[in-house]
Structure formats: structure tokens, C-alpha cells
């Protein structure tokens, strides 16, 4: 079908929102509580538009294209209804953004900044500041939030546990667990899938302190179980500082709680860090090539004794295929043997 | 699997036997409950009520190792009723005689009376899977730790034959592989008598294969699998043992036994990233760098080649495990040298035909799933489209067996152990971290209420359990989510490890370790 956006045309596919269509058209529209992989909820009106021959402007979010639809995204009304949308929220938001670990990634800071809203200016009583930091990977700082119910659909919809809601309405109204119990005492099973989608600095993982601009993100596939999901490792200097999940990949931009929280295993004082040989019962520290020696002198010694078939390996489900087509490899062809095996069958 | 995991979303029915998914595959078992929502009917088999059953429309408490009365008693009631693809079973299928031949000696009253669970709850989880179009099976350790490992492989195989499931889209058997890369350590000829690809070392036109490439002669008799090899250290015929990445010591059944072969081994060299429970054992220790350290692949459960990347610098003096073992290939006179992984897997396509077109190019984004024969072929999604691999899809029914150790008036309880969401494998990684450990600190076993009460046992009581290969301590929790005179235990902890009870008797084929089943005695501790 056709429609016009902002005065050009566009062929559509049926179906669509008029917020996907910008977005094939390359136009952005603002959004806060959107999210392509969740039932649309309308609830924050920051992606309003205007459509000819209707009287108020659409959630472009949650209203579909219709054919010869004549959408505006920059009027003036509609840029007006979006600071407006904007300063009720900032009006209602502790300004501290010097502090807060999520600045550099915050969407309320960047629509701010692009819309020129520099503070809020309906004055009245901030909402009372609750905080949940009972679950050990988390924190929810309500003072931040937005009411946006991503964190809640997320949690519902895609992750299937249901652990929180948003509780009263207006003014007072919070993200929490039922009976307000704490993180900790509820369903939640940390899988941190909420923190990953919250568009603020409300739900935040409670990490080492790194600013967005100063690391990089490497995209990687998770070290833990079979399903492979892929993640972004962000990195510091030579440290993993945080996991975010990929979206466009099998996992969805889903992450259990060994993927999401369960890195710092990498930077860990615990970490071998010289090859070791045992002398009289106790490791001594020893270089590369003092290891491969002693390695090699006792293949040396062995293998004419008793044979290649004296020798055994187990190669690691953990490590890659690069890795463990190698060790297969040093054993049948450098060795000799193919007693090679794994714990396939734990 | 055969299927992949996005296909989930649309199946029209999942039969979820001996796997605990939201616990130990959490992405899949989160897309399960979502197929659920989108309109899809679940069948749950498990000993222990796991979140899923939640959300099933029947779920089947069945008796830890009675999988095969189970799924035979299921393919009675869809042959007695006429749920099966006569037409794909024709075109498709060999040896259905057999198949119903033995079948109609599992009436749902019978498999029932084994499996401890209620026949109308039999008969409809056959209606719904046998009624759908489209059904999925999704099983892992629950159904092959077992000594009848294999039957009962063979028979959900069965099944999703009988009702066309094969090479079917949403549909298929599917096994969820548990480590991040166990398909590709088997992939990569991680088996005593597999080459990469599987191809088998005892066919000479493999032999010859490998030998050309490689320019050494290879031996065509097949290796020792992990129980050979630690019966081998006991009698003296396996002197040299080399470990990379593995923890033997907390993860395989029988720990008393492991423990003797590490001390009795000539040389013992292990590779590792942390000083673990089996490396304290070693002769040499060697250092590697962690999957954040290095570059290279793995293949998931689904079969897709995924990259790993290098994000950071290896710590200390450690190295990726590819480049110690190619330092000390050369230590030990074999000169090749890869400058990195991307090389090792050119070789890898040339020699592995499911990975011919897998280079690291081609995978940049998102993988792709083998078999993959060439550099054009965009990958597999589902296998056995049009035809089994082998053919025609061949029935092999099997009968119930009993587990080799059975309940009896000294060890009254069925044992069984299994992993939790919190911990990976044997703690080396999960148990370095903070949060972590404060929400699942150390090892307990799981008892219902019934039994904990007639022994005087309270939430949190120490307790000791005793089978016939060992004895440890620890704390009892007291779960609904389990059955009467079945304990459960995870097996992540070293320190009241759960393997020391457990049985290492096999499976004759796939030599897989009976750790589902195991007779216990449970006590207060003093
Ligand atoms: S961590 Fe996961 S389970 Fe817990 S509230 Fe967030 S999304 Fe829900
Ligand atoms: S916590 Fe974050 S995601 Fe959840 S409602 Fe508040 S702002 Fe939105
Ligand atoms: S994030 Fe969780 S589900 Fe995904 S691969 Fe890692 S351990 Fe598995
Ligand atoms: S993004 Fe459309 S209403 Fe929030």
C-alpha cells in the first residue's frame, strides 16, 4: 500500500506500524516504552504523529498503516507534544546524570539533549525514593523510573516468569514484586533480561564503574551451555566489565543469568597464570619451555616402552573446535593413538 | 537437534521428556513458554515437577529410568487409536512390523503400573502429540544416563517417526547438548573412533584420507572411551593421560574411582583455566586462557557455527588452548604451525564434509548450521528434508529394562542427580561468582515431605547419604517439587560431591554412566 511520510511516498507492506514504516523509511521517531519483540502498550505517547483527517496525534508505535495514509513525524504540534511528554517526565526525574551508571546509553538523556528539554517545569513533590537492591546482580532505583513497563512485559512475555508488575497508579506508581517482598524473595531468576531492556538508569547491574564512551563491545558467543546465545562482552582497559545480550541472533537479546551476570570468573585473581610442574609433591611455578620439555621427555620415555596406545586424552567440551580438532590431532597423528574422548556423555 | 531453536515458537506441540530446559537451557525453555502462549500444547516428563510442568497440559511424574515404558506405552495408544502417518511411515520408514510387534505388550495400564504415573495421563499425551501436525521432542541427560540410554534414544526416534516428525519443520528430535561446545568436540573427532565429521577410523578410505593430509601414518583401531581409559590407569595398560578443560574429579559418576586413577597414572598433565579439583593432581599444570582470551568457533546445540572473539589479552602468561597445543605439537617434532584459528578451521572444511563451506567469513553473522557441504550452500535449518540421512527411517523398538540398581531394603531411595540454573558443570566458573554463591552457596539434596517426616529430617538438617561406592554430608531441602523415595541432588558441588554415590555401570553402546539412577540410604547426620 501506499503512504506519505512527512511529504514523500513510500510503498508499504501491510500490517505495518507507522513507526516500523518511518523506520524502513529512515526516519526516527522517538520511542520509550516500544520494543519490536513485545505486544505494543502505548503507555509513554513519545511516538506520537500526526495523520491527516484525525483530530489528536496516533502512538505511531501501536496504529497501523492504512492505505493513502498521510503521516506528519516533524510538525510543529508533534514536536511540541513530544517535549511536553518529555519535561513531565524529567520533572519527575532526579537530575543525576553526572552520577548515573547508565549516562552515554540513556534514552531520557538523549531525547532531552536532541529535543532541547534541559529540565522539568511542572514542580511539585518528587515521587518517594524506593530502592530494591536485594538481588545481588541488580538494583532498582524507582526514583529513576520512567513507568515505561518494559522491564515488566520483557519479563512476562519473552522471559515467561512474571516476577514483577508495576504497582498502584499515577504518581506513586512502582516497579515491583508481588506482595513487595524484594527481588531476592520473589520468582526472578536473575536473568537480568529486564535490566538489559530498561531504556533508563532505573534497573541497573551492579558492576565495576565504566562510562559508555570509554570501552568497546566484542561480540562473542556465550561460554556457558548449548544454546549459544550471542553477547556483546564490554570491555575496559584489559577487564569484562558487563554483558549485554545480541538482538538479532538466536537468542533474541535474551540472556539467562550465567551469560548475563556470571563474567567475572575472566578477571579472577584465581586465574592460572604460569604453567606449573610438581616437584616433590608441590607446584613450582615453571616457564613454556621448561613445561613442553618435561612434557616431551616423558612422551619420550613412555612411547617406546609401552606403546602409543599407553597414551590418552580428553579434549573439552568447553574449548573451541579449532581447539579440539587439535588435540585429536596431537594424539592420533603426533602420538599415534586414537584414544581420544570427552565428556560428551555428562 | 534436528530442528533449530526459532522453530520452537511454531510447533503445535512439544513433548519435553528428561530435561529440566528453563533451568538448563533457560533461552530455550524461555522460548517454550512462549510457544506455549502462542497456542502450542506441551507434554512435560520428568521425576520432578519442574517450572514447565506449569505450564503443561499433562505432566507425567514418572519413575527416574522408566523413559521406554513410557514412550512405548505412548505409541500403543497412537497405534491403537490410528494417530500415525500411515503414508510417511510407507514412504519413509522400514521395519513397523517389528515395531508394533513389541508395542502392543505396552497397553497405557501396563507402561503406567511402571512408570508409577496415572494411564489417562498416558493416553493424553499421546492424543496431543500424536493429533498435531507439527510436535516437537526435547530431551537431554534425563533420558541417556541411563544403561538403556540408547533404547530409549531409539525410542523417541520411534515416535517422531510413527507420527511423521522427521524431517518436518518445528517438528523433529531434539537432544539439548548441555556443555557451550559438546557438538563440536564431537563434530571434531572428539571420539575414540570418530575422525572429524565422524568419519570412522576404522574404514581405510578414511585412514587414507587423514594420512594423506596430514603425511603420518594413522591407526585404524578404535579408542578408548572415558571408562576404558580410567579402567586402563587401574590395570597398568594407560600410562600417559593428558586432560584439557575437563574436571573429572566432581563431574563423572564414582568419584572415589576417579580419584584413584589421577593418583595411580604415570603422568598426568592437565590444561585449564583455574587450579581445579583434577589439576591438583597433575604432573605438569598448563595455563590457558579463557573463551574471552582467544579466537575460534563454537557449534551449539542447534549445529551452528558460531565465532568466539577475543575481547581482552590472555591474563598472565596463559595461552589460548590452540596455541599450547600446537607449541607442544612442534615440541614434540610435528612442524606445523597456524597463525591463527581462522587456518585451523580452513583445514577443518577440508577435510570434515558437513563443515566444507564453514569459514570464518561466512559465519561472521549469526552462523551457520552444517552440514554445510560447500562455500555456496547456506546451511541446514532441519535435517532429513524429503529423506532420512540414511535412507529410510528405520524403526527399532526396545523393551523396558530395569536400571542396574534398583531400590532394596539397605538403600531404599532411587537417586538421581541433575544441574541447577545458578552453576555451570563443576563450579569452576559459576563458583568464582559473588551473587552467584549467595544464591546457591553449596550442595543440597532434594527430599519430599513424605519421607523427610517418617525420618525425623527438617528443612536445612545435615544429612548423610550412603550407596554402595561412597558416603558424603549434606544439607536436605525439603521440595514438593519431588517425588516420594526419589532424592535429588545437583552435581556441581566438589564438597558433598553427589557423584561419590553415584553408578558408573554403562550404557553397552553409548557408554554413557548411569548417573540418573542410583540406590541410596538417607540419615540424619549425626
Ligand atoms: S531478572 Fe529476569 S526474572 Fe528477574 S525480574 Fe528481571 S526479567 Fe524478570
Ligand atoms: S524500571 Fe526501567 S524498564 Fe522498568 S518501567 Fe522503569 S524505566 Fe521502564
Ligand atoms: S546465556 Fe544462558 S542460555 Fe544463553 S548460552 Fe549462555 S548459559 Fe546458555
Ligand atoms: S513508544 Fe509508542 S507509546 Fe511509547
Known amino acids: 500500500m501506499n503512504i506519505t511520510i512527512d511529504g514523500i511516498q513510500y510503498e508499504i507492506k501491510k500490517n505495518t506500524t507507522i513507526l516500523q514504516a518511518c523506520k524502513d523509511a529512515g526516519i526516527n521517531i522517538p520511542t520509550l516504552c516500544h520494543d519490536e519483540r513485545l505486544n505494543p502498550s502505548s503507555s509513554c505517547r513519545l511516538c506520537l504523529v500526526e495523520v491527516e483527517g484525525t483530530k489528536n496525534p496516533v502512538t505511531s508505535c501501536s496504529t497501523m498503516v492504512r492505505d493513502n495514509m498521510v503521516v506528519n513525524t516533524k510538525s510543529k504540534d508533534v514536536i511540541k507534544a513530544r517535549k511536553d511528554v518529555l519535561n513531565l517526565i524529567i520533572s519527575n526525574h532526579p537530575m543525576e546524570c553526572l552520577t548515573c551508571d547508565k549516562s552515554g546509553n540513556c534514552k531520557l538523556q538523549d531525547y532531552s539533549y536532541e529535543y532541547g528539554v534541559a529540565e522539568g517545569t511542572f514542580k511539585g513533590a518528587k515521587r518517594t525514593p524506593k530502592t530494591d537492591t536485594s538481588n545481588p546482580f541488580y538494583d532498582y532505583d524507582a526514583r529513576k523510573c520512567i513507568l515505561c513497563g518494559l522491564c515488566v512485559r520483557v519479563c512476562d512475555e519473552l522471559q515467561g516468569t512474571a516476577a514483577i508488575g508495576i504497582e498502584n497508579r499515577g504518581f506513586d506508581a512502582v516497579v515491583t514484586t508481588p506482595y513487595n517482598e524484594g527481588l531476592i524473595n520473589s520468582k526472578c531468576v536473575s536473568c537480568g533480561n529486564c535490566v538489559s531492556v530498561c531504556p533508563v538508569g532505573a534497573l541497573s547491574p551492579k558492576r565495576q564503574k565504566y562510562r559508555y564512551w570509554e570501552n568497546k563491545k566484542i561480540r562473542t558467543t556465550c561460554s556457558y551451555c548449548g544454546v549459544g546465545c550471542q553477547m556483546d562482552l564490554v570491555v575496559k582497559g584489559d577487564k569484562v566489565v558487563d554483558v549485554e545480550p545480541a538482538k538479532d541472533a538466536l537468542n533474541n537479546g535474551l540472556l539467562c543469568v550465567k551469560g548475563k551476570f556470571a563474567y567475572k570468573f575472566i578477571n579472577h585473581p584465581d586465574r592460572l597464570k604460569t604453567p606449573l610442574i610438581k616437584i616433590n609433591g608441590r607446584f613450582e611455578e615453571a616457564t613454556w619451555d621448561e613445561a613442553y620439555r618435561y612434557i616431551r621427555k616423558k612422551v619420550n620415555e613412555l612411547k617406546p616402552e609401552y606403546g602409543a596406545d599407553s597414551f590418552a586424552g580428553l579434549t573439552s567440551a568447553r574449548c573451541t573446535n579449532e581447539e579440539n580438532y587439535l588435540f585429536q590431532k596431537l594424539f592420533r597423528a603426533v602420538i599415534g593413538t586414537n584414544n581420544v574422548d570427552h565428556c560428551a556423555r555428562l | ?526
Open chain 2, 1 to 526: 537437534m534436528t530442528n533449530s531453536i526459532e522453530e520452537i515458537t511454531d510447533t503445535d506441540a512439544m513433548f519435553v521428556i528428561g530435561s529440566n530446559t528453563t533451568e538448563n537451557h533457560p533461552i530455550i525453555g524461555a522460548r517454550m513458554k512462549q510457544a506455549v502462549r502462542n497456542g502450542s500444547k506441551l507434554i512435560v516428563a520428568d521425576p520432578r515437577r519442574i517450572e514447565l510442568a506449569d505450564y503443561a497440559d499433562v505432566y507425567l511424574q514418572l519413575k527416574p529410568g522408566t523413559n521406554i515404558a513410557l514412550l512405548n506405552g505412548m505409541m500403543n495408544v497412537i497405534l491403537e487409536n490410528g494417530l500415525y502417518d500411515k503414508k510417511y511411515i510407507d514412504e519413509r520408514c522400514e521395519n513397523f512390523d517389528e515395531l508394533v510387534n513389541i508395542i502392543k505388550e505396552y497397553t497405557p495400564e501396563r507402561a503406567a503400573e511402571i512408570c508409577g504415573v496415572k494411564s489417562e495421563d498416558i493416553i493424553k499425551a499421546a492424543t496431543i502429540y500424536g493429533e498435531a501436525d507439527k510436535a516437537g521432542i526435547y530431551y537431554t541427560m534425563g533420558v541417556t544416563q541411563h544403561t538403556t540410554g540408547t533404547n530409549a534414544v531409539m525410542s523417541i526416534s520411534n515416535l517422531a517417526m510413527l507420527c511423521g516428525n522427521i524431517g518436518k519443520e518445528s517438528a523433529g528430535v531434539n537432544p539439548l547438548r548441555g556443555q557451550n561446545n559438546v557438538q563440536g568436540a564431537c563434530d571434531m573427532g572428539g571420539l575414540p573412533a570418530d575422525l572429524p565429521g565422524y568419519q570412522k577410523v576404522f574404514k581405510p578410505e578414511v585412514i587414507e584420507k587423514f594420512e594423506n593430509a596430514w603425511r603420518v601414518k594413522l591407526s585404524p583401531k578404535p579408542g578408548l572411551t572415558i571408562p576404558e581409559i580410567f579402567n586402563g590407569v587401574h590395570d597398568g595398560s594407560i600410562k600417559f593421560l593428558y586432560i584439557m578443560g575437563e574436571n573429572p574429579m566432581v563431574s563423572d559418576p564414582d568419584i572415589n574411582h576417579v580419584k584413584e586413577v589421577l593418583e595411580h597414572v604415570d603422568f598426568l598433565v592437565v590444561q585449564d583455566i583455574f587450579m581445579t579439583e583434577t589439576a591438583e593432581y597433575a604432573d605438569v599444570v598448563l595455563p590457558a586462557a579463557s573463551f574471552a582470551e582467544k579466537d575460534g568457533t563454537f557449534s551449539n546445540t542447534e549445529r551452528r557455527v558460531q565465532r568466539v572473539r577475543k575481547a581482552i589479552q590472555p591474563v598472565g602468561e596463559s595461552k589460548p588452548d590452540w596455541q599450547i597445543l600446537m607449541e607442544l605439537m612442534n615440541y614434540l617434532g610435528f612442524e606445523k604451525k597456524y597463525l591463527h584459528p581462522e587456518k585451523i578451521m580452513e583445514e577443518i572444511s577440508s577435510l570434515t564434509p558437513s563443515y566444507g563451506g564453514i569459514t570464518y567469513d561466512r559465519i561472521n553473522n549469526g552462523g551457520i548450521q552444517w552440514p554445510c557441504p560447500d562455500k555456496h550452500h547456506p546451511g541446514t535449518k532441519y535435517l532429513h528434508k524429503g529423506m532420512m540421512a540414511r535412507g529410510r527411517g528405520l524403526f527399532m523398538p526396545a523393551e523396558y529394562v530395569e536400571s542396574a540398581e534398583m531400590p532394596d531394603s539397605e538403600y531404599p531411595y532411587i537417586f538421581t542427580t541433575g544441574r541447577i540454573l545458578y552453576h555451570y558443570h563443576t563450579r569452576t566458573m559459576t563458583g568464582r561468582v559473588e551473587g552467584i554463591n549467595e544464591i546457591a552457596p553449596s550442595s543440597y539434596v532434594e527430599i519430599n515431605e513424605v519421607n523427610a517426616n517418617k525420618l525425623g529430617i527438617r528443612n536445612g538438617d545435615r544429612v548423610k547419604l550412603t550407596s554402595r561406592r561412597g558416603q558424603i554430608e549434606t544439607t536436605a531441602k525439603i521440595s514438593e517439587i519431588i517425588d516420594e523415595n526419589v532424592l535429588f541432588m545437583p552435581f556441581h558441588f566438589a564438597d558433598g560431591a553427589a557423584n561419590y554415590l553415584t553408578n558408573s555401570a554403562t550404557d553397552p553402546i553409548a557408554k554413557i554412566s548411569e548417573l540418573k539412577v542410583a540406590a541410596v540410604r538417607i540419615e540424619k547426620a549425626k
